[in-house]
């Protein structure tokens, strides 16, 4: 099966090579592809010079447009989201995530970061929903079966883990060891950036 990987990104340029670095080596994926979600800085053009398909969206619509933009420029069966801003992704984190539908234990699997001491790892098990995070496999028709009000912002992956939970899709959850994220407040100030977190978890 096809597998392709999708990045949304917005002024990422001081980081998306370090991620696409990493995805571009992956023998697990045929392609990967970012969405620059209407960028002033130099994010597509490093995405060019790294060899990735680049779509360069004229405007910022939000994460989950960039997501669906991704997924309408590939045919691929099975998709996998990265978030722009990772540190420490290894090839391995992403044989992680792909492997649980390769053989068919599940149509969706989260990848849950190494963080806070275990915490997101908590969070999850007392609530599917709060599996929040950016890297995730998931088969196509689950993407696409998601109504077009809930891809809006963040909370097209919230909307990910309800419809596998109401309609009790299988889901896995990997622990992706070593892997973390810039924080919001250091990428853009913390007055910017504690607002957008707040953003989104609401």
């Not at 990422?12 to 080596?25: D, F, S, T, W």
């Not at 915490?119 to 998601?146: H, K, T």
Request: hydrophobic residues 45%; positive net charge.
């Amino acid at each position: 099966m096809r597998i392709s990987a999708i990045i949304p990104a917005f002024n990422e340029a001081r980081n998306i090579g370090n991620v696409l670095k990493v995805l571009v080596a992956s023998e697990d994926l045929n392609e990967v592809v970012l969405v620059d979600d209407g960028s002033t800085d130099e994010t597509s053009e490093i995405g060019k010079r790294l060899g990735v398909k680049v779509i360069k969206l004229t405007e910022r619509r939000g994460k989950g447009n960039a997501m669906r933009e991704g997924v309408k420029a590939t045919n691929s069966e099975i998709i996998v989201f990265f978030d722009a801003d990772l540190k420490g992704l290894k090839l391995e984190h992403i044989s992680q995530l792909i492997q649980p539908i390769l053989r068919r234990e599940a149509v969706m699997c989260v990848g849950i970061r190494d963080r806070w001491g275990g915490l997101p790892q908590l969070l999850v098990r007392f609530d599917p929903l709060l599996a929040i995070g950016g890297e995730r496999a998931l088969r196509r028709y689950v993407f696409e079966n998601i109504p077009e009000r809930f891809i809006q912002g963040f909370a097209v992956e919230t909307a990910l883990n309800y419809y596998c939970l109401k309609r009790k899709l299988p889901v896995k959850y990997v622990k992706l060891k070593g892997l973390d994220v810039i924080i919001k407040e250091k990428k853009w100030g913390f007055i910017k950036g504690f607002l957008d977190r707040l953003k989104m978890i609401y």
